[in-house]
């Protein structure tokens, strides 16, 4: 099994859907992240989560919610979501927040119809 | 202003030779990390190597060096003999401080090997 898996790789939605998105790592790392791509931008850290726990949320809109059931699972919970939405959605671990180093799943490629 | 900037943002680089690609940053903060990272078309973003800013010498991985020049506040990646598989976007990124909270990175350089 391969570090970081999320999926869907890749999701079309109306803007009235409520869709989710998956992230699994089986790296043993205890802090998630979910990130922002959008085209031509830096990439965008949305949630940061260590050990279950929220620790940042970088002014992330409300119609995108997080969730962590465990150290091993995250979860990025959508709707209402607005065209400008649209972008990949990439997925990190590192063992904890205070680690140098992130690894990332391969992303859900996201566009708002 | 930003923290990360990588200037090019297209290079091409003939197989087999070596490649630079440029990355200033911006802090204030006496710890901080840099990385790069490369993301091929699929879109995952493969870590290739880490500086730290106390480390004193220039990180090295394989056919990837970091020229770290902390006065210049540069972190240059330099590809050695180019392959065809190297060809992707390159993102330069900076952790700040000692948490992963404040993690920025750079618009990317898109590299292309020349066969």
């Known amino acids: 099994e391969t570090g970081v898996t999320q999926t869907p790789r890749h999701l079309v939605m109306g803007m009235t859907n409520k869709k989710s998105l998956k992230c699994e790592q089986h790296l043993g790392h205890n802090a998630m992240y979910w990130y922002k791509q959008s085209a031509k931008k830096p990439l965008e850290l949305m949630f940061v989560?260590?050990?279950?726990?929220?620790?940042e949320n970088n002014s992330v809109p409300s119609r995108f919610s997080p969730e962590c059931p465990n150290s091993s699972h995250l979860f990025l919970h959508l709707h209402t979501l607005q065209p400008e939405d649209s972008a990949l959605y990439l997925c990190?671990?590192?063992?904890?927040?205070?680690?140098?180093?992130?690894?990332f799943g391969p992303g859900t490629r996201l566009l708002v119809l | 202003a930003q923290k990360i900037t990588q200037t090019q943002p297209g290079m091409f680089v003939q197989e087999k030779e070596a490649v630079t690609l440029d990355c200033t940053y911006d802090?204030?903060?006496?710890?901080?990390?840099l990385f790069w990272y490369k993301q091929p078309s699929s879109g995952e973003m493969i870590f290739l190597i880490y500086?730290?800013?106390?480390?004193?010498q220039n990180a090295t991985e394989g056919r990837y060096s970091l020229n770290f020049q902390k006065a210049r506040k540069s972190a240059n990646l330099v590809i050695s003999a180019s392959q065809l598989g190297d060809s992707a976007m390159y993102f330069c990124?900076?952790?700040?401080?000692?948490?992963?909270?404040?993690?920025?990175f750079g618009t990317g350089t898109s590299l292309t090997v020349i066969p």
């Open positions: 500086q730290g800013s106390y480390d004193q």
């Open positions: 990190a671990s590192s063992q904890d927040y205070r680690e140098e180093t992130q690894y």
């Open positions: 802090t204030s903060d006496p710890s901080y990390g």
């Open positions: 990124a900076m952790r700040e401080g000692n948490t992963g909270n404040q993690f920025y």
């Open positions: 989560y260590n050990f279950k726990e929220q620790t």
